[in-house]
C-alpha cells in the first residue's frame, strides 16, 4: 500500500497535489493523525508538528502540512489542519470558515476567529479559487471513546458541514481515533480491531450522529506513546489512505472541468 502512495498520481495535470481537510472537536487527535501519517511515510517517529489535548484547541493559523517521501521531494497529498469545533458561538473554528475552506477560499497563514468568519476583505481571502486551492477530500477526525461527550451543539455544526460537502458532491469520511482506548481488546491487539463488537458499535453511532456511511469510516490508531514503528498502527493508516486519495482523484477528474466555483 505505501509503494502505491508514494507513486501515486494524479488524474488531472494541473492538480499537483490533493487536499484534505481535518476537521473535528478538540482533542479528537486531528494534529495526531499528521504526525502519524508522517511517521509512516519519513520512517521515523514524528513529533515536531504540534499536538496537545485540553479544553482548548491547539490550531489557531490554516496550515497545510506536506508529508516527505523518502524517495523524493513530499507525496502528491497535504493535510490541512484547522481550530478545532467546540459549542458556542464564541468558542472553537466558525462553520462558515470551514465552508470557505472546502471551497478553496481561505489562504495558509490565516488566523481563525470564532466570532467573526473570513470576508472577502481580508487579506486571506482568495476570491477565485482553481481546483487546487479546494479541498478534495473532508476528513472528520472523531474519539472512538468520547464519542457520547460531544456535545449537540457540536454535532450540528459537523452536520452542517457534511451537507455542504454533501451539496459539493465532496468525499467526505470519518477517521475514528483512539480506538485503543475505546476497546480492551483492541488494545491488546489492534489486527482485531473490525472484529470487535464495541468499535463496530461505535461506527455505527458514527454514521447517525454525522450521516456518514459506515463504509466510509476509518478505525484508526494514532501514535502517541510509542517507541518505535508499528507494523499494526501503519497498515490500519494505510488502509484508510489509499481509500480517500482514491476517492478524491475521483473528485478531481470529475470537477477540474468546470469552469467556474458556482458549479461545485
Known amino acids: 500500500m505505501i509503494s502505491e502512495l508514494r507513486d501515486f498520481n494524479i488524474g488531472e495535470d494541473k492538480v499537483e497535489q490533493l487536499n484534505f481537510l481535518l476537521y473535528g ?6 494534529s495526531s493523525v499528521i504526525n502519524t501519517i508522517k511517521t509512516i511515510f519519513e520512517e521515523r517517529l514524528y ?11 491547539q490550531t489557531i493559523y490554516y496550515k497545510k502540512c506536506e508529508v516527505g517521501n523518502s524517495k523524493d ?34 489562504k495558509e497563514g490565516y488566523q481563525f476567529n ?40 457540536t454535532i450540528q455544526k459537523m452536520q452542517r458541514v457534511r451537507e455542504e460537502a454533501k451539496r459539493m458532491d465532496l468525499p467526505h469520511v470519518i477517521f475514528m481515533t483512539r480506538v485503543d482506548v475505546a476497546c480492551p481488546i483492541t488494545k491488546k491487539d489492534l489486527r482485531s480491531v473490525y472484529k470487535s463488537k464495541k468499535i463496530n458499535k461505535k461506527m455505527e ?16 490508531k494514532n501514535y502517541h506513546e510509542e517507541k518505535d514503528i508499528k507494523e499494526d498502527i501503519n497498515c490500519l493508516m494505510l488502509d484508510a489512505l489509499t481509500k480517500i486519495v482514491h476517492w478524491a482523484d475521483d473528485y478531481v477528474v470529475k470537477y477540474s472541468s468546470k469552469l467556474s466555483s458556482s458549479e461545485l
Open 73 to 106: 521531494g513530499f507525496l502528491p497529498f497535504t493535510f490541512n489542519d484547522i481550530m478545532g469545533v467546540e459549542k458556542g458561538n464564541q468558542c472553537g473554528v466558525h462553520t462558515d470558515d470551514i465552508i470557505s475552506t472546502l471551497k478553496g477560499h481561505v
Open 47 to 57: 513529533v515536531n508538528y504540534l499536538a496537545a489535548e485540553g479544553s482548548t484547541s
Open 25 to 30: 472537536p478538540i482533542g479528537a487527535g486531528k
Open 205 to 220: 453511532e458514527c454514521s447517525v450522529a454525522l450521516g456518514v456511511q459506515k463504509s466510509c469510516i476509518f478505525p484508526v
Open 114 to 153: 470564532p466570532n467573526s468568519p473570513l470576508t472577502e476583505l481580508n487579506l486571506y481571502y482568495r476570491k477565485n479559487p482553481s481546483m487546487s486551492d479546494r479541498i478534495h477530500c473532508l476528513v472528520y477526525v472523531i474519539p472512538a471513546d468520547r464519542l457520547s461527550m460531544i456535545d449537540e451543539d
